[in-house]
Antibody, heavy 119, light 107 residues
Framework: EVQLVQSGAEVKKPGESLKISCKGS????????IGWVRQKPGRGLEWMGI????????RYDPSFQGQVTISADKSINTAYLHWSSLKASDTAMYYC????????????WGQGAMVIVSS | DIQMTQSPSSVSASVGDRVTITCQAS??????LNWYQQKPGKAPKLLIY???NLDTGVPSKFSGSGSGTYFTFTITGLQPEDVATYYC?????????FGPGTKVDIK
């Protein structure tokens, strides 16, 4: 089955670090991009950045550049989203999604990972 | 940065109605425009890519058109299962901005 499976919900304190994951299966991880999308409670979708599974070429939205790090390990078909120091404003649902090189839409989505940052 | 706007922000229509949503880009994006459906508590789902192409398995009651900076998305024959928020998204090699969304419900 073609799918993206994300790591589970997290509850963290401000200032803590966190890395969440997104594992692809059933397709060639190295020939697709994986993007990360933030959705704050009751709000819209925000494009954070994208990484190519083949060579880890990474692009960030300016709003997220320097705030998070996107990485990937193609040996285990997994992409990551990392924070070195969380803020309460990072509380949100985070989705990973697959984008092909042939068209720009995210055609496969993970189930989402809820991150709650609270003291 | 490319900014995306959508209108209306919400629409309430009757079963069987035709619903049209517009999306505008702050600069020419050619046909690099996608549409997604998000139902409450669920991940978004790609409906249309590159302005007018239906993704696999998406029913033909959904359609899209436009180019440059102005795009439209239409649901022909609204059904209760279409209640959702719909987002447009522009993309290029470096970005993928979403519009603010349009909430569609049944009157």
């Amino acid at each position: 089955e073609v799918q993206l499976v994300q790591s589970g919900a997290e509850v963290k304190k401000p200032g803590e670090s966190l890395k969440i994951s997104c594992k692809g299966s059933g397709y060639s991880f190295t020939t697709y991009w994986i993007g990360w999308v933030r959705q704050k409670p009751g709000r819209g979708l925000e494009w954070m950045g994208i990484i190519y599974g083949g060579d880890s070429d990474t692009r960030y939205d300016p709003s997220f550049q320097g705030q998070v790090t996107i990485s990937a390990d193609k040996s285990i078909n997994t992409a990551y989203l990392h924070w070195s120091s969380l803020k309460a404003s990072d509380t949100a649902m985070y989705y990973c999604a697959r984008r092909s090189t042939m068209m720009g839409g995210f055609d496969l989505w993970g189930q989402g990972a809820m991150v709650i940052v609270s003291s | 940065d490319i900014q995306m706007t959508q209108s209306p922000s919400s629409v309430s229509a009757s079963v069987g109605d035709r619903v049209t949503i517009t999306c505008q880009a702050s600069q020419d994006i050619l046909n690099s425009l996608n549409w997604y459906q998000q139902k409450p508590g669920k991940a978004p789902k790609l409906l249309i890519y590159d302005t007018s192409n239906l993704d696999t398995g998406v029913p033909s009651k959904f359609s899209g058109s436009g180019s440059g900076t102005y795009f439209t998305f239409t649901i022909t024959g609204l059904q209760p299962e279409d209640v959702a928020t719909y987002y447009c998204q522009q993309y290029d090699s470096f970005s993928g901005t979403f519009g603010p969304g349009t909430k569609v419900d049944i009157k």
